[in-house]
């Protein structure tokens, strides 16, 4: 079966940020690559839940805009298969449905004003309270940590938790790099209230994955604030987060909302997949073109 990883774009450096680190992610997985823009802003309302085409023009700037954004990514069509979708639909809808099928969906952030700018709450955090698979969530452009620093996850006995476990055995066995898995002492990592210590399912997941070194820490404090230690120098943390059930609802809980506040580095946001998602948003994902 072949994998997919969307990644959102906008033309900003966010965007650019979230491109360059997606493209990566195909490289190691030997992903397709599906670029959304949306050719609208702001949000839909049910009254308008229903299938309307993109304007010409719009669809053009929008296809110059991937296409210009690729290129500044230096997103090679040789190594990668790559997507584009001009959306007719608000980004976070179109990333969402996309979510349905694809195993990855990437979204830049321009740092923490925008984390913060609405009541609503950013991109990021709709995204990641309603997506169907893992959403990665890339900070603005930096020097970034060396591809053999470790990834960091959170342990937690919530769905969630063990999800998020899961992804991170997974994510350092395709990158041949130390896992550093903390525990905090008497609390959840993601506010769930399911502490986890090393079990069964653990010793499992080391099993499978035996060319994964693993580092254990058991700490005591804030569970984010001892992530988010254990973090300096990491790739990528990887965190439990829990999901919403209805369309609108953005609380990603304190844990995952500090993380996302405060992290150095990308942060890989794994739910249980809870969220309702709209059928009439599927349009937008018969209107695939190739770049």
């Not at 994964?212 to 404090?221: F, H």
Request: one cysteine or more; aromatic letters at 2%; a neutral charge.
């Amino acid at each position: 079966m072949s994998t997919t990883i969307g990644v959102g774009v906008d033309g900003s450096t966010a965007g650019t940020a979230a491109l360059l680190w997606a493209a990566r992610e195909c490289r190691v997985r030997n992903a397709e690559l599906v670029v959304v823009h949306a050719a609208v802003e702001g949000e839909r309302s049910s009254a308008d839940d229903r299938a309307h085409l993109v304007p010409e023009p719009n669809r053009q700037a929008g296809e110059r805009l991937v296409q210009d954004q690729l290129r500044q990514a230096g997103v090679n069509a040789a190594e990668i298969k790559v997507s584009t979708v001009i959306s007719d639909i608000p980004v976070v809808d179109a990333l969402v449905t996309l979510s349905l099928i694809a195993d990855l969906i990437v979204i830049g952030t321009r740092g923490r004003r925008d984390l913060e700018r609405s009541m609503l709450g950013s991109v990021a955090h709709r995204l990641a309270v309603a997506a169907h698979c893992p959403v990665a969530v890339i900070p603005p452009l930096t020097s970034g940590s060396p591809s053999t620093a470790p990834i960091v996850v959170g342990m937690s006995g919530s769905v969630a938790g063990r999800l998020a476990l899961a992804e991170a055995f997974a994510e350092a066995n395709r990158r041949s790099v130390t896992l550093v898995a903390v525990s905090v002492l008497g609390r959840s990592t993601d506010g769930g209230g399911h502490i986890a210590v090393p079990d069964s399912g653990f010793a499992e997941l080391m099993r499978d994955h035996p060319g994964v070194e693993v580092d254990y820490r058991a700490r005591p404090g804030e569970p984010a604030d001892v992530l988010l230690d254990a973090a300096g120098g990491a790739q990528l943390i990887v965190v439990g987060c829990r999901q919403a059930q209805q369309r609108w609802q953005t609380r990603l809980g304190p844990v995952c909302a500090a993380v996302l506040h405060y992290a150095p580095c990308p942060v890989l946001l794994v739910g249980s997949s809870l969220a309702v998602i709209p059928v009439a948003v599927s349009p937008v994902l018969s209107r695939a073109g190739r770049s």
